[in-house]
Nanobody, 117 residues
Framework: QVRLVESGGGLVQPGGSLRLSCVGS????????MGWYRQRPGQQRELVAG???????KFADSVKGRFTISNHNAKKSVYLQMNDLKPEDTAVYYC???????????WGQGTQVTVSP
């Protein structure tokens, strides 16, 4: 059974930084890809950033230049460094992971990020 556990959310002022972490367990030796979605109040869940096991990355236009993503395949972990945070970044951030063999997608429980003066 695959399990993803996120940490690092919290309250930060505009212009501040946070680093989200997600550690996976279960499943195969590594994931095909991992990343982060977010869901803002009243809106659909949207992709923030993703990274493949080969290191290819993708970002939402709204976070390019401010967020970076990194991973550690052997530790089945993914990290999201968020800089220059804006109030519109306020959301629940969800970690996801895709299995190599089955392509199944798994989700973490979510971590709240609030950007407010």
């Amino acid at each position: 059974q695959v399990r993803l556990v996120e940490s690092g959310g919290g309250l930060v002022q505009p212009g501040g930084s946070l680093r989200l972490s997600c550690v996976g367990s279960g499943g195969g030796s590594m994931f095909a890809n991992m990343g982060w979605y977010r869901q803002r109040p009243g809106q659909q869940r949207e992709l923030v950033a993703g990274i493949s096991r080969g290191g290819s990355t993708k970002f939402a236009d709204s976070v390019k230049g401010r967020f970076t993503i990194s991973n550690h395949n052997a530790k089945k972990s993914v990290y999201l460094q968020m800089n220059d945070l804006k109030p519109e970044d306020t959301a629940v951030y969800y970690c996801y992971a895709g299995e190599v063999d089955t392509g199944a997608i798994y989700w973490g429980q979510g971590t709240q990020v609030t950007v407010s003066p």
